[in-house]
């Protein structure tokens, strides 16, 4: 529900504020005025696009604001997927800077113009003579009647159902597709998956292979070098252990002579122990250490091989070409179990298919049954709205399983007596159409959440008698969705709740559009005035009256 609407520095407005009534609210004025341009306004807040033309100062920006209550619309979903904050009141403001920038804002987050116009049409449902495209659509018809027969729960099961077979159907065309890629990488699968396999990789193999061959290539040398070291070592009489157990020796009588070379005998014990280590290490290398021709080929010939397959897979290591290996067994496994993973899918396939069938038989049974009571409604409707020989026919065929069940509707509409009905966007009129959605709308006050209507002088064209019908039709749908309604007959601007005159004035050094919300007296005056003219003569004011009493 709108609570405010606020209006500055757009076309004709400098400044404009209004509260609607929570029921009806009624809007005048002259042709000209600027009823129109707030229409516009309103439309920038629904996220329609803009630019600097409408601008009324050139150098001041364009702010239009709407402040909604939606407590009762279910719509903390939608800010939730949208990432804005949810609150009972939205707050929504359209900018348009002297640049041409446009800006939007939900409870002072940004948002893009497409979430803007989303959110919009949740809020607002702007009604006029030229608004004949929704209703024309298949899927709109389709939800009204939805809502008319009241399905919401074969809805609900029929979407489940399809959902779940739009993902059968998906699983199913992939494995579909997957096997035909399989079969016929099949043979080369099984062949690079062998030629690995019999390598029986392990981690890490590889750099331990490369060490063992370098200490292998290297024996002889390597041996021969240990034992020159061991040999300085191990020198009776100027080996390295001789000259260490002297120094030792040394540095114990130093210690004995003073304390203060103490922490000097501790470091050389240090590194006595580290060349002891040395040494034992050189010893149990050079036992480990062997020259074996033999082994030094059986390594060089594995590792070649691994050089070969990592050069032909374009990987750089053992554990890469193990992560292929077990792709590769994962896709031979596959196609070993091709024909069976493909039977269970197309089984769960033919399974869905069914349950969506069924679900979709059953809603189209409980669509079907209101058919009748749709048509002879509306007709009844429209009967009372001046149009007596109207024939509206609900025409139904059977498709395949789609988003909203497994039918296509399409409404046909004839004004005239001996007319055959046809789609509305062959047949109807501006004024019929008019009056055909308006009657639609009033069908569905009842059947369905509605966002805050707006009527942009659908009575242009029709009687009194007539206009007292659809202004009587207005207020039994204000009684549970807010409505404003832009009109210029007195017997529709009498009803409302409350009512706004929209003016030019000429005061100042630019023309602007105002609005007044107007009191008792003062929509006397504007009713008798649209009954006869700027100077109203008592007789008109008494009907005015008369028109405010009903």
């Keep these: 529900m709108l609570k405010s609407l606020s209006i500055s520095n757009y076309a004709l407005i400098d400044q404009l504020h209004m509260q609607p009534s929570p029921a009806l609210s009624m809007i005048t004025g002259e042709t000209g005025a600027g009823k129109s341009i707030m229409l516009g306004a309103v439309g920038l807040l629904l996220g329609n696009r803009s630019d600097t033309k409408v601008l009324l100062h050139e150098d ?19 800010f939730d997927q949208a990432e804005l904050d949810y609150e009972p009141t939205c707050i929504i403001r359209r900018e348009i800077s002297p640049a041409g920038k446009s800006r939007s804002f939900v409870n002072d987050t940004p948002v893009l113009l497409d979430a803007l116009k989303t959110l919009g049409s949740y809020l607002m449902d ?13 899927s709109y018809q389709l939800s009204l009647i939805d809502a008319f027969a009241q399905t919401q729960q074969e809805v609900k099961k029929y979407k489940a159902d399809f959902k779940t077979f739009q993902t059968s159907q998906k699983t199913y065309n992939e494995l579909n597709k997957k096997a035909v890629e399989l ?94 280590d040395i040494e034992e290490t050189l010893g149990d290398e050079d036992s480990r250490v062997e020259v074996d021709f033999e082994r030094l080929d059986e390594i060089r010939d594995r590792l070649s091989k691994i050089y070969q397959l990592q050069k032909k897979h374009g990987v750089a290591s053992v554990e890469e070409l193990m992560k292929l290996e077990r792709a590769l067994a994962d896709k031979v496994f596959q196609f070993q179990n091709l024909d069976e993973t493909l039977a269970k899918a197309k089984q769960e396939l033919e399974e869905s298919r069914a349950k969506v069938a069924d679900s979709g038989k059953a809603l189209r049974k409980k ?42 509707i399409e ?3 004839s004004a005239n007596k001996g007319s055959s009905p046809q789609p509305l966007k062959k047949v109807a009129s501006g004024g019929e159409f ?96 649209m009954i006869s003219g700027a100077s109203p003569s008592a007789s008109a004011i008494e009907s005015a009256k008369e028109l405010l009493r009903r």
Excluded: W
Aim: net charge negative; charged share 25%.
């Design 60 to 78: 001041r920006k364009c702010v239009i604001e709407g402040v909604f209550d939606v407590a009762t619309y279910g719509l903390k979903e939608f």
């Design 126 to 138: 702007v009604h006029s003579q030229h608004d004949t495209l929704q209703l024309g659509e298949g």
């Design 183 to 276: 079969q016929k990488e099949a043979d080369f699968n099984q062949f690079q998956l062998e030629e690995l396999s019999v390598l029986s990789l392990k981690e890490n193999e590889q750099a331990e292979l490369e060490s063992t061959q370098e200490i292998l290539e290297n024996a002889e040398e390597i041996k021969l070098k240990i034992n020159e070291m061991l040999n300085l070592f191990q020198d009776e009489q100027f080996g390295i252990t001789q000259g260490m157990s002297q120094v030792q020796h040394g540095m114990q009588s130093l210690e004995r002579l003073a304390h203060v070379f103490a922490s000097l005998k501790e470091r050389f014990q240090a590194v006595n122990i580290e060349l002891k």
């Design 367 to 408: 669509r079907q049954a209101s058919f009748a009571n749709f048509q002879n409604s509306l007709e009844n409707l429209l009967g009372g709205l001046g149009m007596e020989n109207s024939k509206v026919v609900m025409e139904h065929k059977s498709i395949e399983p789609a988003s909203n069940g497994i039918d296509e």
């Design 411 to 413: 409404l046909l509409f």
């Design 434 to 529: 008019s009056r055909l959605l308006f009657a639609i709308k009033y069908l569905m006050a009842d059947k369905m959440a509605m966002p805050t209507l707006i009527f942009d002088e659908i009575d242009t064209g029709i009687s009194g008698e007539v206009a007292l019908k659809m202004v009587g039709m207005m207020q039994d749908i204000s009684k549970k969705h807010q409505v404003i309604c832009i009109t210029h007959l007195p017997q529709v601007a009498g009803q409302g709740d409350l009512h706004y005159y929209v003016f030019k004035d000429n005061s100042s050094e630019k023309t602007v559009s105002k609005i007044k919300l107007l009191d008792t007296d003062e929509r006397v005056l504007e009713l008798a005035k």
